[in-house]
């Protein structure tokens, strides 16, 4: 499958310690005006402490760790959480499956959501929440200063790389592409399918959703670990024989139509 790299920082670096140097954080030489208040740091012991049961979601991803700092600048207090994760991939991940209805949208080329209380952003190996507490239009100007700082910092690392199907397609990723592996991704990301991939733990699912006169599609492909999982999808998602794939049966509200792309990976359209 040819791939498309998606990169916005620019030089590839590795990042191979347990907790980032302090060249990956926001710090008081960053900016003008700029103090940190507070940092606390999280490992895979002590997040269930802090998210409680959402940790489970982000080791469902690959999580390393997580730096929380509290932020003045300009005027405006800020929360900074660092969700640091093993992979690109991850990290997409857990930022596709939870931004919606975002107000602005991958601005700066950043890979963005901004909305008046709360900043997230894609960056390299990490997952990143701005949260501001006044929601003002000066704290949005405020966290996107943030975030262009935090751009410059964290390594891009090998860089987010997309399925063929959504190379040269996109107007933006964020709110159309979502990248979605295991049970409580499942859940959180996209839950209207959860029955169809109901037992299969080990699959994923890139899935692009398009709006056009107020009528949603989605393209989506995915990869299963075994033929089993295959065939255990087609008939909980009541798909049927046709041609050389699958379609939905007769009937049915949604028009599914499923093409083999690999030995155990579909091409599906549902309209």
Not at 20 to 29: G, K
Not at 46 to 64: A, C, Q, V
Not at 185 to 193: E, F, I, K, M, R
Request: with cysteine; glycine share 10%; net charge negative.
């Amino acid at each position: 499958m040819r791939k498309f790299l998606f990169s916005l920082l620019g030089t590839a670096l590795l990042l191979v310690a347990a907790l980032p140097s302090r060249a990956q954080l926001l710090s008081n030489e960053l900016l003008p005006g700029m103090k940190i208040d507070k940092e606390v740091s999280y490992d895979g012991t002590s997040l269930y402490g802090y998210i409680d049961g959402g940790s489970t979601l982000y080791f469902e991803y690959g999580f390393d760790w997580l730096i929380v700092q509290e932020v003045s600048f300009q005027s405006e207090k800020f929360t900074v959480e660092d969700y640091r994760m093993k992979s690109c991939l991850g990290a997409f991940g857990i930022y596709s499956i939870n931004t919606f209805q975002c107000a602005d949208a991958d601005q700066q080329g950043m890979i963005s959501c901004l909305n008046p209380h709360q900043l997230q952003l894609f960056l390299g190996h990490c997952y990143i929440s701005i949260v501001n507490t006044t929601g003002t239009a000066v704290a949005g100007s405020a966290s996107l200063t943030l975030a262009q700082k935090l751009k410059e910092i964290i390594p891009s690392e090998e860089g987010l790389i997309l399925p063929e199907f959504l190379s040269g397609k996109l107007a933006k990723i964020t709110g159309e592409v979502k990248f979605i592996q295991g049970e409580l991704g499942l859940q959180n990301g996209l839950p209207d399918w959860s029955d169809y991939l109901a037992g299969i733990k080990d699959f994923q699912l890139w899935i692009q959703l398009t709006k056009k006169d107020d009528k949603e599609s989605r393209s989506a492909l995915l990869s299963f670990a075994g033929k089993n999982d295959l065939e255990i999808f087609l008939k909980q998602a009541s798909l049927v024989p046709s041609g050389a794939g699958w379609k939905s049966k007769e009937g049915q509200s949604e028009k599914w139509t499923v093409t083999k792309k690999g030995e155990n990976q579909v091409w599906i359209v549902v309209n």
